[in-house]
């Protein structure tokens, strides 16, 4: 069974930082781009980060640039969010997403169930 499963979320002062993992089983995470999304309470679903497969390219939100980093290690089938600098505007629930193509088409078809991040002192 094709499964996401996040995690490394938690409770975090303001500029500290957290790894966040999505490992999948049941496919080869290296052969699509995953993206990392958000979504604070009563806010809308924000993507934050992609990483392709075909070339490895990454895309991140604006608001996470300088600050934020995704990364794929294929031989653990797993994508990393290593977030850094953290802000109290960061806190939400963090989820990956697969998307069905290699290159970033923003068409997803499999979801995890979140891992929650918190920035407060």
């Known amino acids: 069974q094709l499964q996401l499963v996040e995690s490394g979320g938690g409770l975090v002062q303001p500029g500290g930082s957290l790894r966040l993992s999505c490992a999948a089983s049941g496919f080869t995470l290296n052969y699509y781009a995953i993206a990392w999304f958000r979504q604070a309470p009563g806010k809308e679903r924000e993507g934050v980060s992609c990483?392709?497969?075909?070339?490895?390219?990454?895309y991140d939100t604006d608001s996470v640039k300088g600050r934020f980093t995704i990364s794929r290690d294929n031989a653990k089938n797993t994508v990393y969010l290593q977030m850094n600098s953290l802000k109290p505007e960061d806190t939400a629930l963090y989820y990956c997403?697969?998307?069905?193509?290699?290159?970033?088409?923003?068409?997803?078809?499999?979801w995890g169930q979140g891992t929650q991040v918190t920035v407060s002192s």
């Open positions: 997403a697969k998307d069905r193509f290699s290159s970033w088409s923003q068409e997803y078809d499999y």
């Open positions: 990483i392709s497969a075909s070339d490895g390219s990454t």
